[in-house]
Protein backbone atom coordinates (compact mmCIF):
# COMPACT_ATOMS: atom_id res chain seq x y z
CA UNK A 1 0.00 0.00 0.00
CA UNK A 2 1.71 3.25 -0.94
CA UNK A 3 1.69 6.25 1.62
CA UNK A 4 -1.88 8.10 -0.37
CA UNK A 5 -3.75 5.05 0.07
CA UNK A 6 -2.61 4.54 3.96
CA UNK A 7 -3.42 8.21 5.20
CA UNK A 8 -6.60 7.29 3.27
CA UNK A 9 -7.03 4.02 4.77
CA UNK A 10 -6.06 5.56 8.09
CA UNK A 11 -8.72 8.19 8.49
CA UNK A 12 -11.66 5.72 7.56
CA UNK A 13 -9.69 3.11 10.28
CA UNK A 14 -10.67 5.48 12.72
CA UNK A 15 -13.79 6.95 11.35
CA UNK A 16 -14.79 3.06 11.79
CA UNK A 17 -14.52 2.72 15.12
CA UNK A 18 -15.05 6.64 16.82
CA UNK A 19 -15.09 7.22 19.53
CA UNK A 20 -13.15 4.26 20.46
CA UNK A 21 -9.19 4.42 20.49
CA UNK A 22 -6.93 2.65 18.06
CA UNK A 23 -2.75 2.69 19.23
CA UNK A 24 0.01 3.18 16.87
CA UNK A 25 0.88 -0.37 17.56
CA UNK A 26 -2.06 -1.82 16.71
CA UNK A 27 -2.00 0.49 13.49
CA UNK A 28 1.20 -0.68 12.59
CA UNK A 29 0.08 -4.16 12.64
CA UNK A 30 -2.89 -3.91 10.60
CA UNK A 31 -1.36 -1.28 7.80
CA UNK A 32 2.41 -3.56 7.93
CA UNK A 33 4.29 -0.48 8.77
CA UNK A 34 6.56 0.52 11.96
CA UNK A 35 4.83 2.31 14.70
CA UNK A 36 7.55 5.50 13.47
CA UNK A 37 5.71 5.58 10.33
CA UNK A 38 2.05 5.57 11.57
CA UNK A 39 3.04 8.72 13.61
CA UNK A 40 4.40 10.36 11.20
CA UNK A 41 1.41 9.59 9.09
CA UNK A 42 -0.78 10.67 11.89
CA UNK A 43 1.08 13.90 12.13
CA UNK A 44 1.24 14.61 8.59
CA UNK A 45 -2.69 13.83 8.91
CA UNK A 46 -3.23 16.62 11.87
CA UNK A 47 -1.13 19.33 9.52
CA UNK A 48 -3.71 18.54 7.00
CA UNK A 49 -6.48 19.55 9.78
CA UNK A 50 -8.12 16.26 10.12
CA UNK A 51 -9.34 16.39 13.54
CA UNK A 52 -7.12 13.38 15.37
CA UNK A 53 -5.68 13.33 18.91
CA UNK A 54 -4.05 11.28 21.38
CA UNK A 55 -5.41 9.84 24.64
CA UNK A 56 -3.35 8.96 27.10
CA UNK A 57 -3.24 5.80 28.76
CA UNK A 58 -2.85 2.19 28.79
CA UNK A 59 -6.29 1.55 26.74
CA UNK A 60 -5.52 4.78 24.63
CA UNK A 61 -4.26 5.59 21.31
CA UNK A 62 -5.58 7.97 18.69
CA UNK A 63 -9.07 9.24 17.80
CA UNK A 64 -10.78 10.97 14.89
CA UNK A 65 -13.60 13.15 15.87
CA UNK A 66 -16.30 11.30 13.63
CA UNK A 67 -18.78 14.71 13.13
CA UNK A 68 -16.14 16.87 11.48
CA UNK A 69 -14.35 14.37 9.14
CA UNK A 70 -16.28 13.64 5.62
CA UNK A 71 -17.33 9.95 4.84
CA UNK A 72 -15.22 8.90 1.43
CA UNK A 73 -16.64 11.90 -1.05
CA UNK A 74 -16.80 10.95 -4.25
CA UNK A 75 -15.71 14.39 -6.01
CA UNK A 76 -14.54 13.45 -9.33
CA UNK A 77 -10.78 14.49 -10.88
CA UNK A 78 -12.52 17.52 -13.18
CA UNK A 79 -14.73 18.77 -10.09
CA UNK A 80 -11.39 18.86 -7.56
CA UNK A 81 -9.67 20.71 -10.20
CA UNK A 82 -12.93 23.14 -10.83
CA UNK A 83 -13.03 23.57 -7.15
CA UNK A 84 -9.31 24.20 -6.43
CA UNK A 85 -9.68 26.82 -9.76
CA UNK A 86 -12.30 28.92 -7.83
CA UNK A 87 -10.56 28.63 -4.42
CA UNK A 88 -7.27 30.35 -6.00
CA UNK A 89 -9.30 33.18 -7.02
CA UNK A 90 -10.03 34.15 -3.22
CA UNK A 91 -6.34 34.55 -2.88
CA UNK A 92 -6.77 37.58 -1.17
CA UNK A 93 -9.92 37.42 0.84
CA UNK A 94 -10.23 36.72 3.99
CA UNK A 95 -11.34 33.14 3.65
CA UNK A 96 -8.13 31.96 1.90
CA UNK A 97 -6.30 30.10 4.63
CA UNK A 98 -10.13 28.32 4.93
CA UNK A 99 -10.15 27.42 1.71
CA UNK A 100 -6.78 25.71 1.54
CA UNK A 101 -7.79 23.61 4.50
CA UNK A 102 -11.26 22.89 3.13
CA UNK A 103 -9.56 21.74 -0.53
CA UNK A 104 -7.06 19.88 1.60
CA UNK A 105 -9.41 18.01 3.70
CA UNK A 106 -11.42 16.83 0.31
CA UNK A 107 -8.53 15.66 -1.35
CA UNK A 108 -7.35 13.38 1.83
CA UNK A 109 -10.70 11.56 1.74
CA UNK A 110 -11.29 11.12 -2.51
CA UNK A 111 -10.41 7.84 -3.81
CA UNK A 112 -6.69 7.54 -4.20
CA UNK A 113 -7.18 6.71 -8.11
CA UNK A 114 -8.99 9.85 -8.73
CA UNK A 115 -6.50 11.97 -6.62
CA UNK A 116 -4.14 10.83 -8.82
CA UNK A 117 -5.98 11.83 -11.98
CA UNK A 118 -6.13 15.55 -10.28
CA UNK A 119 -2.93 16.07 -10.10
CA UNK A 120 -2.59 15.01 -13.69
CA UNK A 121 -5.64 17.58 -14.62
CA UNK A 122 -4.47 20.05 -12.31
CA UNK A 123 -1.14 19.71 -14.29
CA UNK A 124 -2.90 21.07 -17.44
CA UNK A 125 -4.52 23.89 -15.87
CA UNK A 126 -2.01 27.46 -16.12
CA UNK A 127 -3.50 30.76 -14.09
CA UNK A 128 -2.56 33.77 -15.21
CA UNK A 129 -2.87 36.42 -12.12
CA UNK A 130 -4.23 36.09 -9.28
CA UNK A 131 -7.88 37.03 -7.71
CA UNK A 132 -7.96 40.42 -5.49
CA UNK A 133 -5.19 41.96 -4.95
CA UNK A 134 -5.84 43.40 -1.47
CA UNK A 135 -5.10 40.99 1.12
CA UNK A 136 -7.41 41.02 4.04
CA UNK A 137 -5.02 41.14 7.41
CA UNK A 138 -5.26 38.31 9.79
CA UNK A 139 -6.40 40.00 12.66
CA UNK A 140 -9.61 41.37 10.52
CA UNK A 141 -10.91 38.20 9.74
CA UNK A 142 -10.75 36.61 12.91
CA UNK A 143 -12.53 39.65 14.58
CA UNK A 144 -15.07 39.73 12.12
CA UNK A 145 -15.81 36.10 12.39
CA UNK A 146 -15.83 37.09 16.15
CA UNK A 147 -17.69 40.33 16.55
CA UNK A 148 -14.82 42.07 18.41
CA UNK A 149 -14.18 45.83 18.05
CA UNK A 150 -11.06 46.32 16.19
CA UNK A 151 -8.21 49.43 16.91
CA UNK A 152 -6.82 50.03 13.56
CA UNK A 153 -4.16 52.81 11.98
CA UNK A 154 -5.75 53.64 8.64
CA UNK A 155 -4.07 55.52 5.72
CA UNK A 156 -6.47 57.57 3.90
CA UNK A 157 -6.41 57.98 0.14
CA UNK A 158 -4.02 60.86 0.32
CA UNK A 159 -2.06 58.56 2.70
CA UNK A 160 -2.54 60.84 5.89
CA UNK A 161 -3.28 57.47 8.57
CA UNK A 162 -5.30 57.92 11.72
CA UNK A 163 -6.23 55.58 14.76
CA UNK A 164 -9.56 54.82 15.30
CA UNK A 165 -11.82 52.04 16.95
CA UNK A 166 -14.11 49.99 14.63
CA UNK A 167 -17.06 47.94 15.34
CA UNK A 168 -16.31 45.70 11.88
CA UNK A 169 -19.86 44.24 10.02
CA UNK A 170 -18.71 43.42 6.88
CA UNK A 171 -16.93 42.69 4.03
CA UNK A 172 -17.18 44.53 0.29
CA UNK A 173 -15.23 42.55 -2.02
CA UNK A 174 -14.69 43.29 -6.00
CA UNK A 175 -11.93 41.99 -8.49
CA UNK A 176 -9.51 44.50 -7.05
CA UNK A 177 -9.84 45.07 -3.19
CA UNK A 178 -11.74 43.53 -0.29
CA UNK A 179 -13.53 46.50 2.04
CA UNK A 180 -13.88 46.09 5.74
CA UNK A 181 -17.19 47.47 6.27
CA UNK A 182 -17.28 49.05 9.85
CA UNK A 183 -19.27 51.45 12.06
CA UNK A 184 -15.88 53.80 12.85
CA UNK A 185 -16.46 55.86 16.65
CA UNK A 186 -14.34 58.27 15.22
CA UNK A 187 -16.26 59.56 12.87
CA UNK A 188 -19.39 58.17 14.56
CA UNK A 189 -20.75 56.50 11.12
CA UNK A 190 -20.70 53.58 8.93
CA UNK A 191 -17.48 53.83 6.98
CA UNK A 192 -15.79 51.39 4.18
CA UNK A 193 -11.49 50.60 4.83
CA UNK A 194 -9.89 49.52 2.02
CA UNK A 195 -7.62 47.06 3.11
CA UNK A 196 -4.82 47.57 1.81
CA UNK A 197 -4.60 50.93 3.52
CA UNK A 198 -5.05 48.95 7.21
CA UNK A 199 -1.69 49.56 8.62
CA UNK A 200 -1.94 47.95 11.67
CA UNK A 201 -4.50 45.78 13.37
CA UNK A 202 -5.37 45.37 17.24
CA UNK A 203 -8.07 43.13 18.67
CA UNK A 204 -9.64 44.46 21.50
CA UNK A 205 -12.10 42.31 24.02
CA UNK A 206 -14.91 44.48 23.47
CA UNK A 207 -17.81 42.71 21.51
CA UNK A 208 -19.50 44.50 18.66
CA UNK A 209 -23.26 45.65 19.56
CA UNK A 210 -24.27 46.52 15.91
CA UNK A 211 -25.98 45.00 13.00
CA UNK A 212 -25.02 45.93 9.33
CA UNK A 213 -28.65 46.71 8.25
CA UNK A 214 -30.55 46.53 4.53
CA UNK A 215 -30.13 49.76 3.12
CA UNK A 216 -27.16 50.89 5.20
CA UNK A 217 -24.51 50.24 2.69
CA UNK A 218 -24.72 53.49 -0.17
CA UNK A 219 -24.21 51.11 -2.93
CA UNK A 220 -27.24 50.70 -5.76
CA UNK A 221 -28.70 47.26 -4.58
CA UNK A 222 -28.36 45.69 -8.19
CA UNK A 223 -24.78 45.89 -7.87
CA UNK A 224 -24.88 44.36 -4.55
CA UNK A 225 -24.46 40.24 -4.89
CA UNK A 226 -24.92 38.40 -0.87
CA UNK A 227 -23.04 35.46 -0.92
CA UNK A 228 -24.80 32.57 -0.69
CA UNK A 229 -23.71 28.52 -0.37
CA UNK A 230 -25.95 27.10 -2.65
Known amino acids: MNRTDRLYALVEELRAVSPRPRSATWLARRFEVSTRTVERD??????????????????????VDRARTLPPVNLTA??????????H????????PAAGAALRKLVAVMPPAAVAEAHRLAGRVHLVGDGPGTPVPAAVADAVAAGRVLRLRYADRGGADSARDVEPLAYLGNSVHWYL????????GLRCFRTDRIL??????????????PGDLDVPVDRVRPLTLV
Open 42 to 63: ISALQGAGVPIWAEPGRTGGYV
Open 78 to 87: AEAVAMAVAL
Open 89 to 96: RLGGSPFA
Open 181 to 188: VAWCRLRD
Open 200 to 213: SVHPLAEPVTRELR
